[in-house]
């Protein structure tokens, strides 16, 4: 059986959007057939019905009401679709047959712009990425802003891993054969995939040049053009049409700002806590007071990309210190900003013909507080400021013509009239007058005939079949004037005229409503084309109003929080006095928070160990130094008494224990792939923070990985990066003696009896132990536990008591003797020395003492070795059903490591 036509149309459609569900216009509902209905059904919990279709089933069906399809688009996108939307493209009282029906758009996560559903605080981008055998172009815009952005860079995943967390787009478009790992690690974090052949990122630069000018396509090298046309090709595709507010190309390379990697983003939680994943908890939580959400949107930006150019940075800084030194006048600046609407996205609706009239009413109310910005703004002397006033567009023409055109509180309909104001257009005018007038105009036409006349009898009246018409009575034909009146009808008792007033009246009113709504609707679309020509105009003056909101906004989070101007230097100097976290802070108690110092340099300082218990507030510490020179870096003042900051190229972190089952890696594993990436990419000029490295495999591999790492940063004359280095290896203090620039800090406790205050404060010296029993018992272990550990530990300690842990970093790399430590990775070897001690080494599988004797005559042991019984015994005993999947890889990382032994 063939499928009804209707049917055959929608199957028709659907096959050109197979990876869309398809919303089909059918009268008042948007209606989905087969699987798409009962996908959608599904995802916004709607009743599945069934549609005879020609088949011998009936096929399944969905559907929704026409005028509240955006708020299932809002849900339907949050969970990861595409919709296609088809319209009837033909007035149905009018088709011959079937009415004619076609997709006018597409919507997808990263091209939905609907500010109703989309975060008003942040971008919503759409990224393209495009390599070669060599390099790597990344694309991205934002359609409801009309930013775009592109770079190009030599081809590695870490450094486009970088990029996408610093955009978090939405949708990412790739090339078919992309590499399998990164499309793995995309989709791992949640952004949708859309693939595209080579020839949708080929050469063709059609669509480019019909989208930018040529200006702007000179910056471009041949592979961004390859992104930049994939993106433009995309968003045609699914917009069905040019977008005027995308018209500038910023072009910028990656050194341009400071790199901050993913792992950096989430450990510092610039934008997002690590646990709830919302901006409360977060960097951008305690610094965002912005009065617009373009101001929003811009601070998150800086926040993301932080300048590493010296000038740059000082500008805004100066811009802020008048701003702070005039606090009268950034509160007029910021009540001036409150009264602002989202003018990028207004312009990103008008753009996109998406613009209503209540739009254009919040541009005009915003566009009307322009002129006192720029007259505040008259008499500032920083560089920022005075560029503001001298560059901002008051916009007054716009502001006139929707002032004069538009009603203040118009309909969000823009099609059903009631839109433009009086006197704007005479036609409406009149239109207007008939539609609500109408009876009047009547009477008054009645008065006016019957006083011409003199004829009292004399009616206007009113038929369906006729319309209008002047009826006299027979016994006042006689007083008819002649020439003035066409009969029109003839009754038994009377005539009915017209004449050529009552025609015209007549079609006033009949034909008003439908008219003025029209003339309305095409006079808006006028005045809508109108302002599209200004649109680069708008999008310059919305960006100095985001700044300055941004500025204003550091200015008054400055007073508020007491926050001082930081000074900057490239002598890689971090001197910060009194230094706070700004976050932590403002989540206890006023005053509590400890402050604390901290000295950075390439020569003495260059490398801090910090040992001291744990929750004593040493990853605070450390996050809080990286935070304070981040925010020097954005332009803020910063949480402390008094600071110096060195010019930063990069921060990197390695804190925290995490694990990435689903790539198939340990705690361990993840904890040095990202040691790994720290060594490999970080400079002279990078800030690293480092904690517990080594703490997830066994006490002594631990120990000589760290102790490797601060060598290695320490040795390497291209790196010796400024380094916080936490630890509970308190061996490691024993390098402040033997290495350059390192230095031994300890955070103070204070025992009182049998408990252990934690002090919060750095102190120059390292610790000598970690207070983990009287940590257990703060988190609140059973009493019965704690004892008992209590005993355990006095007992390891007095077995213990006669051995030293040392470590000697002038062991040989490789020593071939079998009476030598092996170090060859690390140019380490430990040692534990004691008296009369039984080692186990395995050989051929039998038990036998073993001794070194050092330089020193002391006794130096081989450990790490176990007899080949013991491993069995080992494996055997493992119980792993008891093991969590955490457990189960970082022990089979253990056996394959001990078994490698043998």
């Given at each position: 059986?063939?499928?009804?036509?209707?049917?055959?149309?929608?199957?028709?459609?659907?096959?050109?959007?197979?990876d869309?569900?398809?919303?089909?216009?059918?009268?008042?509902?948007?209606?989905?057939?087969?699987?798409?209905?009962?996908?959608?059904?599904?995802a916004?919990?709607?009743?599945?019905?069934?549609?005879?279709?020609?088949?011998?089933?009936?096929?399944?069906?969905?559907?929704?009401?026409?005028?509240?399809?955006?708020?299932?688009?809002?849900?339907?996108i949050?969970?990861?679709?595409?919709?296609?939307?088809?319209?009837q493209?033909e007035?149905?009282?009018?088709?011959?047959?079937?009415?004619k029906?076609?997709?006018?758009?597409?919507?997808?996560?990263?091209?939905?712009?609907?500010?109703?559903?989309?975060?008003?605080?942040?971008?919503?981008?759409?990224?393209?990425?495009?390599?070669?055998?060599?390099?790597?172009?990344?694309?991205?815009?934002?359609?409801?802003?009309?930013?775009?952005?592109?770079?190009?860079f030599v081809?590695?995943?870490?450094?486009?891993?970088?990029?996408?967390?610093?955009?978090?787009?939405?949708e990412?478009?790739?090339?078919?054969?992309?590499?399998?790992?990164?499309?793995?690690?995309?989709?791992?974090?949640?952004?949708?995939?859309?693939?595209?052949e080579?020839?949708y990122?080929?050469?063709?630069?059609n669509?480019?040049?019909?989208?930018?000018?040529?200006?702007?396509?000179?910056?471009?090298?041949?592979?961004?053009?390859?992104?930049?046309?994939?993106?433009?090709?995309?968003?045609?595709?699914?917009?069905?049409?040019?977008?005027?507010?995308?018209?500038?190309?910023?072009?910028?390379?990656?050194?341009?700002?400071?790199?901050?990697?993913?792992?950096?983003?989430?450990?510092?939680?610039?934008?997002?806590?690590?646990?709830?994943?919302?901006?409360?908890?977060?960097?951008?939580?305690?610094?965002?007071?912005?009065?617009?959400?373009?101001?929003?949107?811009?601070?998150?930006?800086?926040?993301?990309?932080?300048?590493?150019?010296?000038?740059?940075?000082?500008?805004?800084?100066?811009?802020?210190?008048?701003?702070?030194?005039?606090?009268?006048?950034?509160?007029d600046?910021?009540?001036?900003?409150?009264?602002?609407?989202?003018?990028?996205?207004?312009?990103g609706?008008?753009?996109?013909?998406?613009?209503?009239?209540?739009?254009?009413i919040?541009?005009?109310?915003?566009?009307?507080?322009?002129?006192?910005?720029?007259?505040?703004?008259?008499?500032?002397?920083?560089?920022?400021l005075s560029?503001?006033?001298?560059?901002i567009?008051?916009?007054?023409?716009?502001?006139?013509?929707?002032e004069?055109?538009?009603?203040?509180?118009?309909?969000?309909?823009?099609?059903?009239?009631?839109?433009?104001?009086?006197?704007y257009n005479?036609e409406?005018?009149?239109?207007?007058?008939?539609?609500?007038h109408?009876?009047e105009?009547?009477?008054?036409?009645?008065?006016?005939?019957?006083?011409?006349?003199?004829?009292k009898?004399?009616?206007v009246?009113?038929?369906?079949?006729?319309?209008y018409?002047?009826?006299?009575?027979?016994?006042?034909?006689?007083?008819?004037?002649?020439?003035?009146?066409?009969?029109?009808?003839?009754?038994?008792n009377?005539?009915?005229?017209i004449?050529?007033?009552?025609?015209?009246?007549?079609?006033?009113?009949?034909?008003?409503?439908?008219?003025?709504?029209?003339?309305?609707?095409?006079?808006?679309?006028?005045?809508?084309?109108?302002?599209?020509?200004?649109?680069q105009?708008?999008?310059?003056?919305?960006?100095i109003?985001?700044?300055?909101?941004?500025?204003?906004?550091f200015?008054y989070?400055a007073?508020?929080?007491?926050y001082?101007k930081?000074?900057?230097?490239?002598?890689g100097?971090?001197?910060?006095q009194?230094?706070?976290?700004?976050v932590?802070?403002?989540?206890?108690?006023?005053?509590?928070?400890?402050?604390?110092?901290?000295?950075?340099?390439?020569?003495?300082?260059?490398?801090?160990i910090?040992?001291?218990?744990?929750?004593?507030?040493?990853?605070?510490?450390?996050r809080?130094v990286?935070?304070?020179?981040?925010?020097?870096?954005?332009?803020?003042?910063?949480?402390?008494?008094?600071?110096?900051?060195?010019?930063?190229?990069?921060i990197f972190?390695?804190?925290?224990?995490?694990?990435?089952?689903?790539?198939?890696?340990?705690?361990?594993?993840?904890?040095?792939?990202?040691?790994?990436?720290?060594?490999?990419n970080?400079?002279?000029?990078?800030?690293?923070?480092?904690?517990?490295?080594?703490?997830?495999t066994?006490?002594?591999?631990g120990?000589s990985?760290a102790?490797?790492?601060?060598?290695?940063?320490c040795?390497?004359n291209?790196?010796?990066?400024?380094t916080?280095?936490?630890?509970?290896y308190h061996?490691?203090?024993?390098?402040e003696?033997?290495?350059?620039?390192?230095?031994?800090?300890?955070?103070?406790?204070?025992?009182?009896?049998?408990?252990?205050?934690?002090?919060?404060?750095?102190?120059?010296?390292?610790?000598?132990?970690?207070?983990?029993?009287?940590?257990?018992?703060?988190?609140?272990?059973?009493e019965?536990?704690?004892?008992?550990?209590?005993?355990?530990l006095?007992?390891?300690?007095?077995?213990?008591?006669?051995?030293?842990?040392?470590?000697?970093?002038?062991?040989?790399?490789?020593?071939?003797?079998?009476?030598?430590?092996?170090a060859?990775?690390?140019?380490?070897?430990v040692?534990?020395?004691?008296?009369?001690?039984?080692?186990?080494?395995?050989?051929?599988?039998?038990?036998h003492?073993?001794?070194?004797v050092?330089?020193?005559g002391?006794?130096?042991?081989?450990?790490?070795?176990?007899?080949?019984?013991?491993?069995?015994?080992?494996?055997?005993?493992?119980?792993?059903?008891?093991?969590?999947?955490m457990?189960?890889?970082?022990?089979?990382?253990?056996l394959?490591?001990e078994?490698k032994?043998?």
């Open positions: 059986m063939a499928l009804s036509p209707m049917m055959q149309q929608y199957v028709d459609t659907k096959e050109k959007y197979k869309c569900l398809l919303f089909f216009r059918v009268g008042d509902f948007y209606e989905m057939f087969f699987e798409d209905a009962e996908i959608t059904s599904k916004l919990e709607l009743v599945l019905t069934g549609k005879d279709c020609g088949l011998p089933s009936r096929a399944p069906m969905c559907g929704i009401p026409y005028h509240a399809v955006n708020t299932y688009l809002g849900r339907l949050a969970k990861g679709f595409k919709v296609a939307i088809c319209e493209v007035d149905p009282a009018t088709a011959k047959g079937l009415v029906r076609d997709v006018i758009k597409v919507v997808t996560p990263g091209t939905y712009n609907d500010t109703n559903f989309i975060d008003e605080q942040r971008n919503n981008f759409v990224m393209s990425i495009y390599s070669d055998s060599n390099s790597t172009a990344i694309a991205v815009t934002d359609i409801s802003t009309g930013d775009f952005l592109c770079t190009s081809t590695k995943n870490n450094l486009i891993s970088d990029e996408i967390s610093k955009f978090s787009p939405k990412i478009i790739l090339k078919e054969g992309i590499d399998e790992k990164l499309y793995k690690d995309i989709l791992y974090l949640g952004i949708m995939v859309t693939k595209k080579d020839a990122f080929s050469s063709d630069l669509d480019l040049q019909e989208q930018f000018s040529e200006e702007e396509l000179s910056k471009l090298n041949d592979i961004e053009k390859a992104a930049c046309v994939s993106l433009i090709k995309y968003i045609k595709d699914t917009q069905k049409c040019t977008l005027s507010n995308i018209n500038k190309i910023d072009k910028y390379e990656i050194l341009d700002y400071m790199t901050i990697d993913s792992n950096t983003r989430r450990n510092l939680e610039l934008t997002e806590n690590i646990h709830e994943k919302n901006k409360k908890g977060s960097l951008l939580w305690v610094l965002d007071k912005t009065k617009t959400s373009m101001g929003s949107r811009q601070l998150r930006k800086w926040i993301e990309q932080p300048l590493i150019n010296k000038n740059e940075i000082e500008n805004r800084l100066s811009a802020v210190e008048e701003l702070y030194n005039n606090l009268s006048l950034n509160e600046l910021r009540t001036a900003l409150h009264d602002i609407y989202d003018i990028e996205r207004i312009v609706k008008v753009a996109t013909n998406n613009v209503n009239a209540k739009d254009l919040s541009l005009k109310n915003s566009l009307k507080r322009i002129p006192d910005l720029k007259a505040l703004l008259k008499d500032t002397s920083s560089n920022k560029y503001y006033y001298n560059n567009d008051e916009l007054t023409d716009i502001c006139n013509l929707l004069s055109a538009i009603i203040d509180e118009p309909p969000m309909s823009i099609k059903e009239g009631g839109i433009i104001k009086e006197g005479s409406v005018d009149e239109l207007r007058t008939a539609k609500f109408g009876k105009w009547i009477a008054a036409l009645e008065n006016q005939e019957r006083e011409f006349t003199g004829i009898s004399l009616k009246g009113y038929n369906k079949v006729f319309g018409y002047i009826e006299i009575t027979r016994s006042n034909y006689d007083s008819i004037p002649e020439g003035r009146y066409i009969r029109k009808q003839t009754l038994a009377a005539e009915r005229f004449t050529e007033e009552l025609k015209q009246v007549e079609e006033k009113i009949l034909g008003a409503e439908e008219k003025l709504s029209a003339l309305e609707y095409s006079l808006f679309s006028d005045i809508r084309n109108a302002i599209e020509k200004e649109i105009r708008m999008q310059k003056t919305s960006k109003i985001s700044e300055l909101d941004c500025l204003t906004n200015a989070i007073l508020e929080n007491s001082v930081p000074n900057l230097n490239t002598e100097i971090i001197d910060i009194d230094g706070r976290h700004p932590v802070e403002k989540v206890i108690d006023k005053g509590e928070f400890v402050s604390n110092d901290t000295l950075l340099d390439r020569k003495n300082n260059n490398l801090l910090i040992t001291g218990p744990n929750m004593a507030g040493k990853s605070t510490y450390m809080q990286a935070l304070i020179t981040l925010m020097a870096h954005i332009g803020s003042f910063i949480p402390a008494r008094e600071g110096n900051i060195s010019i930063c190229d990069k972190t390695r804190i925290g224990a995490s694990d990435d089952l689903a790539g198939g890696k340990s705690t361990f594993m993840v904890e040095m792939w990202e040691v790994s990436n720290i060594l490999n970080a400079t002279s000029n990078s800030l690293v923070l480092l904690d517990e490295v080594g703490r997830g066994s006490t002594y591999d120990l990985i102790w490797s790492v601060v060598e290695y940063i040795n390497s291209n790196l010796r990066c400024k916080l280095f936490a630890t509970h061996e490691l203090t024993k390098l003696k033997e290495l350059e620039g390192v230095k031994n800090y300890s955070v103070s406790v204070k025992e009182v009896d049998d408990t252990v205050i934690f002090l919060r404060k750095i102190v120059e010296g390292g610790a000598d132990q970690s207070y983990g029993i009287e940590v257990a018992k703060l988190a609140g272990l059973p019965k536990v704690i004892e008992r550990a209590k005993e355990i006095q007992g390891l300690e007095e077995k213990n008591s006669n051995k030293e842990i040392s470590i000697n970093p002038e062991v040989p790399k490789e020593v071939s003797s079998d009476n030598e430590v092996t060859k990775d690390t140019d380490i070897a040692k534990e020395v004691a008296v009369d001690e039984e080692v186990q080494k395995p050989k051929h599988g039998k038990s003492k073993k001794s070194v050092n330089e020193d002391a006794m130096q042991l081989d450990f790490g070795m176990i007899s080949k019984e013991n491993f069995i015994s080992k494996v055997k005993d493992l119980d792993i059903l008891t093991l969590t999947p457990d189960a890889m970082n022990k089979l990382y253990e394959v490591k078994a032994e043998f």
